[in-house]
């Protein structure tokens, strides 16, 4: 409360600087007055010398686009691309800032009621866009040229009725297991399709002395990356499960094949880490990056960082999708990047087209990956990831889109997701419950986020 | 005490105590009274829809939650025995003739002046599975590693024993408090009698310092049921549900978005706490009373 007080107070007090500060500014932007908003326009490019003399050459010169997403979609990267927009196409942008979690998701619903979107929004794909009942607030872009090239996977997520509403940003992120390729050439071994295959060798590295498994409980969320990158192998066995189990039809508990995704950290638990009720994420890039472990189950967002970390590892890591059962149904299951939504009624809708296809154009995509990094392929068909792309991510991940072996992550089919989940997967990975149990566990966990969106799962 | 005097002049007009009544009501009794409703409901900030007693029924047949309970009850009786029972003993010895008296009483007194967050990290490090001074000891010592805070049987064991040196101190010093006041008359008529030094604390020294004892239960009793940083600190409710007690579960549940399953978690507790804690004190005073 004190903390929302706080909010209010400052944001009018940076609302009142702004308006003593640029006197008579025109700015397009409304003053909604929403807590957390950043008021400070940033505009770019203001270079006026080289604005009079291209006009010819800049086709929005004098537009000013505004924009709202959060401090991770506003990265380098994306500074880096809307510089470049400015000087090329003379759009002008404006940004507000998401200040994230529930409090961004309540923003962005207010201002959908309110009439008062920004031109551009970028938020996230899946089951928090279809909160929002797109269709009603945003421009369909099924029919975009620059659409065409973007994968389908995507374009599921950004989709409401057949029509799809979003442009992604550049890059995905895969939930795999990410290994040491120095220990597997030592041992000869080789990269596991099934997940017998990788049982048997952790056991013949655990042989060998190493630590075939690395865990971190001691930051929980980590050890989530096991169950919910299961999801491929969950799904191609039960392709309406997602379905059924935001009905309410289906349990975790009895589905065998997701009874299966729980009973994997059992097959595990011989060949952690000593420390791996304390490890952390930190521990776990340290260990990963250093060889100490020899296999993580971790999203690919990690790899840039260890990279960037430690030069050294660069050629080391590898990643491989998380084994299923049949060798020939190998596949990995993906976060979807989030995506760009253009406001339905604004009145800079060629602008912001014209941005949506400047920003999926190869060249600036580069230009995006090679300022911040890559944590997995594009969505975009065609698109080769740079030659400074990490090869886990530019090799190793890259073979399941081309083979079209991917599936989004559990999240992305249903909007239930156990607000516990992460202390499900801790207590399984530990040994403190069974597979069967924390499957059930789960299962009730997600009752209650069902109850609290409505929905009768009795 | 001055009853008769009181009701003759009354100094002050009745309603000198609405501004304190009227802050009492606002901050404590509304919100208790609306806690109540709203623990009956799914609630965010912009609707509430009832759903009788869903909640409570969801909070007890659910383990993550229920299991909550139960840890809460054994992280609270046994830190206020173990309280009890150690502050006593090392209270008697430091009101014995010793020489390092005031030393030993400034050291056993300095963890309290530490805040629980520095304890509960400091000991989590110490208790660290690999890189822990404990296992480090231990191992040096010839003995396998222990996983205090990382194995489900031993978690809350560890805490415990964490909260216990660190609650000790004030125990000690309201024991010390409460020795002190006992007349040397006493011991020295019994020594007259022939009484052996056991014989003086058990018949002398512990009905005696029943007041003082009383106080230690209830505050420290109190005090487990709603403990929440030092867990936090150490596990945060982990590993798994392990160490999760009613203070964390709640605040887990709010942070969730889950507003009507902490309120109800949270009228649970306040249930709870009065349950044990008026019935004890009334106990407790009972016994006092037909002491003194």
Same mark, same amino acid.
């Given at each position: 409360?004190? =903390? ?19 006197? #008579? ?7 909604? $007055?929403?807590?957390? =908003? ?20 800049? *086709?929005?010169? #004098? ?23 400015? @000087? @090329?196409?003379?759009? &002008? ?6 200040? #994230? ?25 899946? !089951? ?5 009942? *797109? =269709? ?18 995507? &374009? ?18 895969? $939930? ?19 997940? @017998? ?6 056991? =013949? ?12 409980? $001691? ?28 009905? $309410? ?11 299966? !995704? ?41 790899? *840039? ?30 976060? @979807? ?8 009624? !604004? ?57 079209? &072996? ?13 607000? !516990? ?38 | ?5 009181? +009701? ?48 409570? %029924? ?38 014995? +003739?010793? %020489?390092?008296?005031?030393?030993? +009483? ?46 489900? %049987? ?28 006992? /007349? ?59 160490? /999760? ?39 407790? +005073? ?7």
């Amino acid at each position: 409360m004190k =903390k929302r007080i706080a909010g209010l107070v400052l944001s009018a007090a940076m609302a009142a600087g702004l308006l003593a500060g640029c006197g #008579g500014a025109a700015s397009s932007g409304g003053m909604s $007055g929403e807590e957390g =908003k950043d008021a400070e326009p940033e505009t770019t490019g203001e270079n006026t010398e080289s604005a009079s003399s291209d006009t010819a050459k800049k *086709p929005y010169e #004098g537009v000013t686009i505004t924009l709202w997403g959060g401090t991770t979609e506003f990265n380098e990267g994306f500074q880096a691309v809307i510089e470049r927009a400015t @000087e @090329e196409l003379g759009i &002008k942008f404006e940004t507000e800032i998401n200040p #994230g979690g529930t409090e961004g998701d309540n923003i962005i619903k207010t201002r959908c009621a309110s009439g008062d979107l920004p031109d551009l929004s970028a938020y996230n794909s899946g !089951s928090l866009l279809t909160a929002l009942n *797109p =269709k009603e607030h945003f421009l369909d872009l099924t029919d975009e040229g620059f659409m065409q090239n973007v994968d389908d996977t995507f &374009k599921s997520v950004v989709s409401q009725d057949g029509r799809v509403y979003g442009a992604p940003f550049p890059t995905t992120q895969g $939930g795999c297991v990410i290994y040491w390729k120095p220990d597997y050439e030592e041992l000869g071994l080789t990269v596991p399709t099934t997940w @017998e295959d990788f049982v048997a060798n952790c056991r =013949k590295l655990k042989d060998a002395g190493k630590t075939p498994v690395e865990l971190t409980c $001691g930051d929980t969320w980590t050890t989530q990356v096991l169950f919910l990158g299961d999801n491929y192998n969950l799904i191609s066995a039960e392709p309406e499960f997602a379905q059924n189990f935001t009905e $309410g039809t289906a349990k975790f508990a009895e589905t065998e094949a997701a009874v299966r !995704s729980w009973n994997k950290y059992a097959d595990i638990r011989d060949f952690y880490n000593a420390d791996a009720s304390a490890a952390t994420y930190n521990d776990g890039i340290t260990a990963m990056a250093n060889g100490e472990a020899t296999h993580w189950f971790m999203l690919t967002q990690v790899i *840039p960082m260890m990279v960037a970390e430690n030069p050294d590892c660069a050629d080391k890591v590898g990643v491989f999708a998380i084994p299923g059962d049949d060798p020939d149904r190998c596949g990995l299951t993906v976060w @979807e990047p989030g995506a760009w939504y253009v406001n339905r009624d !604004s009145e800079n809708k060629e602008a912001c087209l014209a941005f949506l296809e400047f920003w999926l154009r190869k060249d600036n995509m580069d230009l995006y990956i090679n300022t911040f990094g890559a944590s997995g392929p594009s969505c975009v068909k065609g698109y080769t990831l740079p030659e400074t792309v990490v090869p886990a991510i530019r090799v190793d991940m890259q073979q399941y889109f081309d083979a079209g &072996k991917t599936i989004p992550a559990l999240e992305f089919l249903t909007t239930i997701k156990g607000a !516990s989940c992460e202390q499900i997967t801790t207590a399984a990975a530990l040994g403190q419950i069974s597979g069967a149990e924390a499957a059930k566990q789960y299962d009730d966990d997600c009752k209650k986020s069902a109850m609290q969106q409505g929905l009768n799962w009795n | 005490m001055q009853k008769g005097k009181r +009701r003759k002049i009354s100094l002050y007009p009745i309603w000198f105590v609405l501004p304190a009544l009227t802050i009492f009501g606002i901050f404590f009794l509304y919100p208790i009274v609306t806690s109540f409703y709203y623990s009956m409901t799914v609630w965010n900030f912009d609707s509430a829809i009832f759903c009788g007693l869903e909640n409570y %029924r969801m909070f007890f047949s659910e383990n993550e939650l229920s299991s909550a309970v139960v840890h809460t009850l054994i992280y609270a009786f046994s830190t206020s025995m173990l309280k009890v029972i150690i502050a006593f003993f090392i209270a008697v010895f430091l009101c014995s +003739r010793i %020489r390092t008296k005031d030393f030993i +009483r400034s050291a056993v007194f300095f963890p309290n002046l530490v805040s629980m967050m520095a304890v509960g990290l400091t000991f989590s490090y110490l208790m660290h599975p690999t890189k822990g001074l404990f296992n480090a000891v231990l191992t040096g010592l010839g003995f396998a590693p222990v996983d205090f805070l990382g194995d489900v %049987r031993l978690a809350l064991g560890s805490i415990i024993a964490t909260d216990v040196w660190k609650g000790l101190s004030v125990s000690v010093v309201i024991y010390i408090a409460g020795i002190q006041s006992i /007349d040397r008359n006493y011991y020295e008529a019994a020594e007259i009698d022939g009484a052996s030094r056991g014989q003086c604390l058990r018949h002398i020294t512990l009905p005696l310092v029943a007041p003082s004892q009383n106080t230690i239960i209830i505050l420290s009793l109190i005090g487990g049921l709603r403990s929440f940083d030092l867990i936090w600190a150490m596990t945060s409710g982990g590993p798994g549900f392990a160490t /999760d007690v009613m203070a964390s579960v709640i605040y887990k549940q709010y942070a969730y978005g889950f507003y009507g399953l902490s309120t109800a978690g949270n009228v649970i507790m306040l249930l709870l706490i009065s349950v044990i804690a008026f019935p004890l004190q009334h106990i407790l +005073r009972r016994r006092e009373e037909a002491i003194v």
